[in-house]
């Protein structure tokens, strides 16, 4: 009986040794995935102000080439034979800048999108 006894208390303290050791590394699993560089508030309050700049970046950049582009056409227009090519260089180029913006301003929602 006693023998008995000393089995049963070995089984229970092994069950409860092997229970400990799983929640142990169950825990330990789990804050180490909570703490991937993703789940920062630094790093998502980051992306989101420079997800937010971008899309201001792109509609004040579509507004600016949507003004100086129509200024520089009503120049094109308005100028003399001798000045023709030179504003119509000017149009090409307001509106070449704005493309070039609104692209770049394109491509950093495009590599942010990435780490969403």
Do not use: H
């Amino acid at each position: 009986m006693k023998q008995a006894i000393l089995k049963l208390g070995k089984r229970i303290t092994n069950f409860t040794a092997a229970t400990g050791c799983f929640l142990l590394l169950g825990a330990a699993r789990v804050q180490a995935q909570s703490q991937t560089y993703t789940n920062l508030k630094l790093f998502s309050g980051t992306k989101n102000l420079i997800s937010a700049g971008t899309g201001a970046l792109t509609a004040l950049i579509a507004l600016l080439t949507g003004f100086f582009g129509v200024k520089a056409v009503i120049a094109w227009q308005a100028a003399g034979d001798d000045e023709k090519p030179r504003k119509a260089k000017a149009v090409a180029m307001t509106i070449g800048i704005g493309v070039f913006g609104t692209c770049v301003a394109g491509l950093i929602t495009w590599v942010l999108a990435f780490y969403a």
